[in-house]
């Protein structure tokens, strides 16, 4: 079975620097996607940025980058220039392709502070 | 975040009670799932309807019991919970096995907090 592991419980980054979230995972299949999920204090989960697996390249999504290490099984979320409104729970999560339905297998969470 | 709406947004129960949860989706997708949200734990998978057909249900107990009327609007019918219970209840659709993943994407509502006494 798959699982996902997020390591950093909390981190924290000032305003306007760099910050790196990091997720690994296991799975013996050689397709699927990736994704992260962002969670703020009391308001939806809304996705953030996502991966497939066959794809070398890194996606990108404005401040949002991942870094994607299929080898490692490693799947990282950097955020550039931080903002204030980017404080949330950030979940990252691993999907299997195809099939009749699109179960998402959740890591436990990293807790993102963000200082003025 | 009208996509996916959630009703009620808290709801507090006794153990005896019989409450249900609601969910409606806005985008026109044909699956839905509910997820429970503990702390300090990852999200669990509850349920999956796929073209309003139960496709999956992860041992969840008894006590709840989901239902899904249409490919819009998906409930949870919750009955004699217990206080292990009290979660962030989260609702979520996709436009399931559509082939491309930017669709299958899972858009969740607000969510429920559901506390049992």
């Known amino acids: 079975a798959q699982t996902v592991t997020q390591s950093q419980p909390e981190m924290s980054v000032q305003e306007a620097e760099t910050v790196t979230l990091s997720c690994t995972y296991d799975?013996?299949?050689?397709?699927?996607?990736l994704f992260w999920y962002k969670q703020p204090p009391s308001r939806q989960m809304i996705l953030v940025i996502r991966?497939?697996?066959?794809?070398?390249q890194n996606a990108t999504e404005n401040r949002f980058s991942v870094n994607f290490q299929k080898a490692a099984k490693s799947f990282s979320l950097k955020i550039s220039d931080s903002q204030l409104g980017d404080a949330a729970m950030y979940f990252c999560?691993?999907?299997?392709?195809?099939?009749?339905?699109?179960?998402?297998?959740f890591g436990t969470g990293t807790l993102l502070a963000v200082q003025p | 975040e009208t996509g996916v709406t959630q009703t009620p947004r808290h709801l507090v129960m006794g153990m005896t009670n019989k409450k249900s949860l609601k969910c409606e989706q806005h985008?026109?997708?044909?699956?839905m799932y509910w997820y429970k949200q503990s702390a300090k734990k990852p999200l669990e998978l509850m349920f999956v309807?796929?073209?309003?057909?139960?496709?999956e249900n992860n041992s969840v107990p008894s006590r709840f019991s989901p239902e899904c009327p249409n490919s819009s609007h998906l409930f949870l019918h919750l009955h004699t919970l217990q206080p292990e219970d009290s979660a962030l209840y989260l609702c979520?659709?996709?436009?399931?096995?559509?082939?491309?993943?930017?669709?299958?994407?899972?858009?969740f509502g607000p969510g429920t907090r559901l506390t049992v006494l």
């Open positions: 309807y796929s073209l309003e057909e139960r496709v």
């Open positions: 999560a691993y999907r299997s392709p195809g099939g009749a339905t699109n179960k998402l297998i």
């Open positions: 979520a659709s996709s436009q399931a096995s559509s082939g491309e993943v930017a669709k299958d994407t899972q858009y």
């Open positions: 991966q497939e697996a066959y794809k070398q």
């Open positions: 799975t013996s299949e050689s397709d699927y996607y």
């Open positions: 985008l026109g997708h044909n699956a």
